[in-house]
C-alpha cells in the first residue's frame, strides 16, 4: 500500500501529518506536483514534478496508483478515478471515498459546476479548520491501522 498526494493543493499542515505517518508506519508517500515541493530527506517520503498543465499531475497519479492504495485529493474527478482503479481517496477535511460514496459526490459536484456556470454564485468552500485538520487525521490512522 501506497500514499498518493496531489500535492498542489495539500495544506502544509496536512503533509507534516502525512510525513509523520510515513516515519512511524514505513508507508511510503509520494506528492506528486507541477512545482518544486520540499520533503523531508527519508526513505518513505518521495516527490515526483510533473510538467505544468491541466491535470498533468492527476493524470500521473491515476497512472500509477494501485489496488488498496490512498490518495490525499481535494478533487472530486481524481478522487472517483482512483476509486475506480480500486484505491482510496481521502479529502483535506477527512471524507474517505470509496466506490459507495464517490458517485454521489462527483454528481453533487458537476450540479454544482452547472450551477456556476450559468451565473449562479454558490460560494465556496469554508476555510480548512482545526476539526478538519482532526478529522483527516484521524481518517488517516484508521485507514493505515487496517
Sequence with gaps: MKIWVDADACPVSHKKILFRAAER???QVTLVANQLIR???????????????FDV????IVKRVGVGD???????????????????????RGELYSVE???ARLNMRDFMEMLRSSGIDT?????????D????ASQLEK????
Design 39 to 53: 520533503v523531508p530527506t527519508s526513505c518513505y517520503i518521495k516527490f515526483i514534478q510533473v510538467n505544468s498543465g
Design 57 to 60: 499531475a492527476d493524470n500521473e
Design 143 to 146: 485507514f493505515l491501522s487496517k
Design 70 to 92: 490512498l490518495v490525499i485529493t481535494s478533487d472530486i474527478p481524481l478522487a472517483a478515478e482512483v476509486v475506480e482503479k480500486g484505491a482510496y481517496a481521502l479529502d483535506p
Design 123 to 131: 460560494g465556496g468552500p469554508s476555510a480548512l479548520s482545526q476539526s
Design 25 to 27: 508506519t514505513g508507508v
Design 101 to 103: 460514496n464517490v458517485k
Design 133 to 136: 485538520r482532526k478529522s483527516f
